[in-house]
């Protein structure tokens, strides 16, 4: 008795794949705590499931229909494994990040971190380090922050003079930009670029 026996195989492809898919995608929109595969066995298992349940009406009309074709049968078990379980999590980002579900759900982006940077805006930043040093900057197309669950990390695109009231001067000369970690930073203000 082998694990890769063609019973075992399929039951595998058919209730693990397509939940596993849908975990990894959920992950990719929305970072949060990385967890072995391992642990996610059951939960991969049981968003298969939600996905048959969903899909119920297609997969039991298309089973009864006629349709005798190698190549509709296999688009559409295609889909049924691998394309609806990555359109899931995008349904269910959609859905979670409407004001109406906001006013009774947590919001899905666990860090406020991840919530401002993943607007993709434009920012005069001042980053305040713990020893109260001060760095300004530019948060713009070429700048980049971290996400979770990677520590906070950021790096401005270019790097400021401020004067002795925290006002931006002029851009330092023959830089690239800062990378600023996260066991610096006290605190990070941004500004509007208007």
Not at 142 to 156: G, V
Not at 176 to 190: C, D, R, T
Request: hydrophobic residues 45%; contains cysteine.
């Amino acid at each position: 008795m082998s694990i890769w026996d063609t019973d075992k195989l399929l039951l595998f492809i058919g209730f693990v794949v397509p939940g596993f898919l849908s975990i990894k995608v959920y992950q990719l929109i929305f970072p949060g705590t990385e967890r072995p595969a391992s642990s996610m066995l059951v939960d991969a298992i049981a968003y298969s499931c939600i996905n048959y349940s969903i899909l119920f009406a297609p997969i039991y009309f298309f089973s009864k229909s006629e349709v005798s074709s190698l190549g509709y049968t296999a688009l559409f078990y295609f889909c049924v494994l691998f394309l609806f379980p990555v359109i899931w999590p995008l349904i269910w980002k959609y859905i979670r990040t409407r004001d109406f579900f906001q006013k009774n759900a947590p919001h899905p982006t666990s860090k406020p971190w991840d919530w401002v940077f993943e607007q993709r805006e434009s920012y005069w930043v001042k980053v305040i380090l713990k020893d109260g040093t001060i760095i300004g900057g530019l948060y713009s197309n070429k700048s980049f922050s971290s996400s979770a669950p990677s520590p906070e990390q950021i790096y401005l695109e270019e790097t400021w003079l401020l004067d002795e009231d925290g006002a931006f001067i002029r851009r330092k000369n023959r830089t690239k930009g800062v990378i600023i970690l996260s066991s610096e930073i006290s605190h990070i203000e941004l500004r509007d670029l208007n």
